[in-house]
């Protein structure tokens, strides 16, 4: 399996690095391919997401680096997108307007009862636990199956080419509020499985609450991933870097994890289409 990396963040969001030094480090180390996937625009008070006012220069910078490099590395445009029902804008509209060769959807933000409350699930462990008892009254399971309901919404009726970081809901957790091993989160899993296996999405094996030791397990885990393989539901790999360093971060365990478990292939993007290659 050759390396590769298609969920990559650069200055352009909350990354730590040009996209030329990326695609530079990328080249030293053998990479096929190297996407680049900022998080799309939101509320412009969203500091880890791309201004609106720097799109432009993010795609012609993109499409300028894939000539300039195309002689030794593949290079793609993506975005990371966000999706809030109601709020953000349709996935297919980001996809032709800013001519993204794929598309990657995340919930980051889960919705409360109203437009301007939200869940964060990333970022500091005070934004996990107040907004469990903001926004859904200290009720976790609820809270939990709002996220995952917003995950299904997404898969439904935006179709995103890969779904990131499905589970991240658990990153923030570490059993404090609740078991992974409870029926109600299984149940959750599981309905969204059944949503997974019935659409072309392909699942995100994230590496990086491993590697950042936010996690002490992948993205998804192991259950779901067992059941995907069972379900021969897709899967790729995404270190999710956010600086140089970063880009093959628990790559090569993570590969040997996915063969462990009985996957044969990973979902690798070339010419403009999704194809599987043997890991």
């Not at 030293?28 to 609106?52: C, Q, V, Y």
């Not at 149940?187 to 699942?203: H, Q």
């Amino acid at each position: 399996m050759k390396y590769f990396s298609y969920h990559t963040h650069s200055t352009y969001c909350d990354g730590k690095g040009e996209p030329e030094e990326y695609i530079k480090e990328a080249v030293d180390l053998g990479m096929r391919a190297i996407g680049f996937s900022s998080h799309a625009p939101l509320n412009e008070s969203i500091h880890w997401a791309m201004k609106t006012s720097n799109v432009k220069a993010y795609q012609e910078e993109i499409s300028r680096l894939k000539e300039e490099y195309k002689s030794e590395i593949e290079v793609y445009l993506s975005l990371e997108l966000d999706y809030i029902p109601g709020i953000t804008k349709p996935f297919k509209t980001w996809k032709n307007s800013a001519g993204l060769d794929y598309t990657i959807g995340s919930v980051h933000l889960v919705k409360g009862d109203s437009n301007d409350e939200f869940w964060f699930l990333d970022g500091p462990d005070t934004n996990y636990s107040e907004g469990i008892q903001k926004l859904f009254r200290g009720d976790v399971e609820k809270a939990v199956s709002a996220y995952f309901h917003q995950v299904i919404e997404m898969i439904e009726s935006q179709k995103p080419d890969v779904l990131g970081h499905i589970d991240k809901v658990k990153m923030n957790n570490k059993g404090r509020f609740f078991e992974e091993s409870e029926e109600w989160y299984l149940n959750l899993l599981n309905k969204t499985l059944d949503v997974i296996e019935k659409s072309d999405c392909i699942v995100e094996v994230n590496t990086r609450g491993i590697y950042k030791g936010k996690s002490d397990k992948l993205f998804p885990d192991d259950y779901f991933l067992i059941e995907c393989c069972k379900r021969n539901i897709p899967v790729t790999i995404g270190t999710d870097a956010h600086q140089p360093a970063e880009l093959l971060s628990h790559f090569d365990e993570t590969g040997k994890k996915l063969k462990q478990i009985g996957f044969k292939q990973v979902s690798v993007f070339h010419k403009g289409i999704w194809i599987k290659e043997s890991i």
